[in-house]
């Protein structure tokens, strides 16, 4: 069984303890991650420190490092897309789509030019100029559904900008990430890449370290709270890409048999397992009979199956605890009156695997339709007026995405610019410009990722004023 070690300033490490990581579809262990120590966590960051002024130096050396990734990542995309498949579930079709998307992030910041230094006055008497600067070291902290592209998306703007970096994957998908490290060992000097792994007592030591200078986290509100206690205690900069409850609002004019694929994949893809994935659907009560019938039927034809199945669309849960949640919060819409469409089943055998399923008959105060479920579960509800619909699409504490469906496009354009959301879409859900920056309202995060706004978060900003005369 393979041993996946840390890295740290440059060199594989082992660890006293280890920790096994399951595949979620079959229950058997996958391979062991090295759980690092306090000690090992220090030496990680430390190693990140002393290589932040060298780094911070030499934009063209950074930029090579960077394309040298994206060609390691080519190179070793089937091997790491099959092991993300093994641990955290998703059909391989879907992960070497993702091992792409990270090579070509990588990329994208090896021939990004940063911004020049604006100046705001020039003249006899004076010289203005705005400069950024990086930070130092970034603790960048990845959750479990989509570990690979959602570290890239934070490591290579945050390496091209001039800082270094320790990373800490999620307990129950670290080998991608590990196996990431091993691959990247040589591409980066000794100590601008640090990988960690362990529970989340190693993100609370990260958030605490005084001299980790900036925290990207994606993952949970609760999780995001604590990280922003722990790095108040010296100001570190944040950026937290938390959860979200996304509504998708369908219109009397909806054309349902063009949009019902579009809504199903919004709502499923990687088993409902994306912050951004539609999780609450309100739709024209002239509509609700129609809608759940096609949904309804491509639920009913959907493949569930192994990340390394063919012919799997859908794969497990990743955890046995998320699994536990999706059937909680199912028992507890039937207890308030739910009607289960189609759904609500798990295949013989073994495997976190839930069915797609199909709910009606709740709305808000039953906790399916309030809180962020991240599963294979719908509920749609129908309105019969559309500022209703967007009453109830903002009564929530999390504002990440929302989608408006209609014929009539300039009126979704006027009904999504009134939904809460960072991400607002008309007509699709989930698509994401690769230039645009990501960020949510409320409990949904704060500030951004991607995009000119994400990377400004790596740096700092220094006016320089120079008196000539």
Same mark, same amino acid.
């Given at each position: 069984m393979t041993h996946y070690a840390l890295l740290i300033d440059g060199q594989l490490h082992t660890s006293e303890h280890a920790d096994a990581v399951l595949d979620p579809a079959t229950e058997q262990t996958v391979g062991y991650a090295a759980r690092a120590s306090q000690a090992q966590v220090d030496t990680a960051v430390e190693a990140a420190q002393r290589a932040f002024?060298?780094? /911070?130096?030499?934009?063209?050396?950074?930029? %090579?490092?960077? +394309?040298?990734?994206?060609?390691?990542? !080519?190179?070793?995309?089937?091997?790491?897309?099959?092991?993300?498949?093994?641990?955290? #579930? !998703?059909?391989?079709?879907f992960t070497l789509g993702e091992v792409a998307g990270a090579a070509a992030t990588f990329d994208h910041y090896a021939g990004f030019e940063a911004p020049a230094a604006e100046v705001l006055r020039d003249d006899e008497q004076r010289l203005v100029r705005l400069e950024r600067r990086p930070l130092g070291v970034v603790a960048a902290i990845t959750p479990w559904n989509v570990p690979i592209i959602l570290l890239v998306l934070k490591l290579a703007p945050a390496l091209h900008a001039g800082n270094t970096l320790v990373a800490k994957p999620s307990e129950h998908t670290p080998l991608s990430t590990l196996l990431l490290g091993q691959l990247l060992k040589d591409v980066f000097p000794a100590g601008v890449l640090n990988i960690v792994a362990g529970d989340g007592a190693?993100?609370?030591?990260?958030?605490r370290h005084p001299h980790v200078r900036h925290i990207t986290f994606t993952g949970s509100v609760a999780t995001g709270k604590r990280l922003y206690a722990g790095a108040s205690d010296d100001l570190k900069r944040l950026t937290l890409e938390l959860g979200g409850n996304d509504a998708a609002l369908v219109l009397a004019d909806?054309?349902?048999?063009?949009?019902?694929?579009?809504?199903?994949?919004? +709502?499923?893809?990687?088993?409902?397992?994306?912050?951004?994935?539609? %999780?609450?659907?309100?739709?024209?009560?002239?509509?609700?009979?129609?809608?759940? /019938?096609?949904?309804?039927?491509?639920? %009913? !034809?959907? !493949?569930?199956?192994?990340?390394?199945?063919?012919?799997?669309?859908?794969?497990?849960?990743?955890?046995r605890q998320q699994l536990e949640r999706i059937k909680a919060l199912v028992a507890d819409a039937r207890e308030h009156g739910a009607v289960i469409h189609t759904g609500d089943t798990q295949p013989d055998g073994p495997g976190?695997?839930?069915?797609?399923?199909?709910?009606? #008959?709740?709305? /808000?105060?039953?906790?399916?339709?309030?809180?962020?479920?991240?599963?294979?579960?719908?509920?749609?509800?129908?309105?019969d007026d559309v500022e209703d619909a967007i009453r109830q699409a903002n009564a929530s504490p999390f504002g990440l995405g929302a989608s408006v469906w209609t014929r009539d496009v300039d009126q979704g354009e006027a009904v999504v610019r009134?939904?809460?959301?960072?991400?607002?879409?008309?007509?699709?859900?989930?698509?994401v410009h690769p230039g645009a920056p990501k960020g949510g309202y409320k409990w949904s995060g704060l500030g951004y990722e991607g995009g000119a706004r994400g990377y400004d978060a790596f740096s700092d900003l220094q006016v320089i004023n120079i008196a000539r005369h």
């Open positions: 002024a060298s780094w /911070a130096a030499d934009v063209q050396a950074r930029r %090579k490092a960077l +394309a040298q990734a994206a060609a390691v990542l !080519r190179e070793n995309t089937q091997p790491l897309a099959e092991l993300i498949s093994r641990e955290q #579930g !998703r059909p391989l079709r190693v993100g609370e030591q990260l958030s909806a054309d349902i048999p063009a949009i019902a694929e579009s809504l199903f994949w919004g +709502a499923f893809w990687n088993s409902g397992q994306v912050c951004f994935a539609i %999780k609450r659907l309100y739709v024209h009560r002239s509509l609700f009979e129609p809608l759940i /019938a096609a949904l309804v039927e491509r639920a %009913k !034809r959907t !493949r569930l199956g192994s990340g390394l199945d063919p012919q799997a669309e859908l794969g497990p849960l990743t955890n976190y695997f839930f069915a797609p399923t199909i709910i009606s #008959g709740i709305g /808000a105060g039953v906790a399916l339709v309030d809180e962020e479920q991240f599963g294979p579960v719908l509920p749609v509800i129908a309105f009134r939904l809460d959301a960072g991400l607002a879409w008309v007509n699709q859900h989930l698509d």
